[in-house]
């Protein structure tokens, strides 16, 4: 059995080209992946684009908590029966005092308190401005924003002002009343954010 040199070369060129392709293929593939990976969402990504159960067991009145739900920071503002009456007090001073701006909030919420039930107030914490965040200000007559202020959303950026049931103050910058989001409640104490 005599084996030529050509017939050597052949097998080792044959070797290196499958170890070469092989050492190609993985190295295309690693190189994939990570680009593959960047292009899905993330975990975070994907659950923010869902709904948001929220308990509200643990809300006291004159207490709000902030979740996120799809990136946004959403106000769940348990108001008292003080707070509540206070929005016929300020109704003279509104731009939209009954949300007639129908792309602000879902019918369902196109009432004096913007929501469904009165206690709870749920909305879109970002002025309709530019974008900022206004602050919750609950204090009433503050000497910051004086004697008639009693009590709501005030957006220290520019200005802006919003009632506890995030109706705008006319004469301020932002144009529009502040969004509520789809919303539900599944019990006494749960909601839903993100679901009509």
């Known amino acids: ?58 809300l006291d009145p004159g207490e709000q908590r902030t979740v996120k739900w799809r990136g946004r920071p959403i106000w769940i503002l348990r108001r008292t029966s003080d707070m509540l009456e206070s929005l016929d007090e300020v109704r003279h001073k509104l731009r939209d005092p009954d949300s007639e701006v129908s792309s602000q909030q879902p019918g369902y919420a196109q009432n004096a308190g913007r929501s469904i039930k009165p206690e709870y107030f749920v909305c879109v914490g970002i002025c309709t401005h530019l974008g900022c965040v206004p602050k919750y200000r609950p204090d009433v007559a503050p000497s910051d924003l004086g004697v008639n202020w009693l009590g709501g959303y005030y957006c220290p950026c520019h200005g802006s002002m919003f009632d506890l049931a995030g109706h705008v103050y006319k004469g301020v910058p932002a144009p529009t009343n502040l969004v509520i989001p789809p919303h539900q409640y599944t019990g006494e104490n749960e909601i839903i954010i993100g679901i009509d």
């Not at 092989?22 to 975990?43: C, D, N, Q, R, Y």
């Not at 990504?45 to 159960?53: A, F, P, Q, R």
């Open 1 to 58: 059995m005599n084996i030529t040199v050509s017939e050597i070369d052949k097998s080792r060129r044959t070797l290196l080209t499958v170890i070469l392709g092989a050492f190609g293929g993985i190295g295309a593939v690693a190189t994939a992946v990570p680009f593959i990976k960047a292009m899905l969402p993330s975990e975070g990504t994907k659950s923010t684009g869902g709904s948001v159960t929220v308990d509200l067991s643990k």
